[in-house]
């Protein structure tokens, strides 16, 4: 059990790719939690690491999109913005019932969701992206 960040999951920014892992290792530390019972108690924990990663992150995403133009800005921030809203729901489940196992399991398979298509593909594509620009300028 567990998601694991791997080498083919970079983007290249050290930067993005150390936020990126900090999101693994929390998202892990809430598996582990479910997984002996605690995810309620764990709940919080995990809300509150989201609210500021999800402002810090995308805004560390998108000022490197912009720097670098990237075409594919508008899609990917698209992205960003859907995951805010339902994170914003779930909080606001979070904030107005309290902590349940419920609402710990449906944080997880958004947050794992996101690992795997968002991280997995969009930010792939975005490092992708950064790397030919850098390779063909000489610049990061
Ligand atoms: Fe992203």
């Known amino acids: 059990m567990g998601m694991r960040w791997t080498e083919d999951l970079a983007t290249g920014v050290d930067e993005i790719d150390s936020q990126h892992k900090e999101l693994f290792s929390r998202v892990n530390a809430l598996l582990a939690a479910m997984s002996e019972g605690r ?20 805004s560390t995403e998108e000022g490197y999109m912009a720097r670098h133009s990237y075409p594919g800005m508008a899609a ?55 790397r030919t620009r850098a390779a063909g300028t000489g610049t990061t």
């Open 39 to 58: 995810g309620r108690e764990h709940l919080h924990t995990v809300v509150r690491f989201l609210e500021d990663y999800v402002v810090t992150h995308f």
């Open 76 to 130: 990917h921030k698209a992205e960003h913005a859907a995951f805010v809203r339902d994170f914003g729901n779930l909080k606001k489940d979070f904030e107005t019932q309290g902590a349940s196992s419920a609402l710990a399991i449906q944080v997880q398979r958004r947050v794992c969701d996101w690992l795997v298509h968002h991280i997995g593909q969009s930010d792939k594509a975005f490092g992708a992206h950064l």
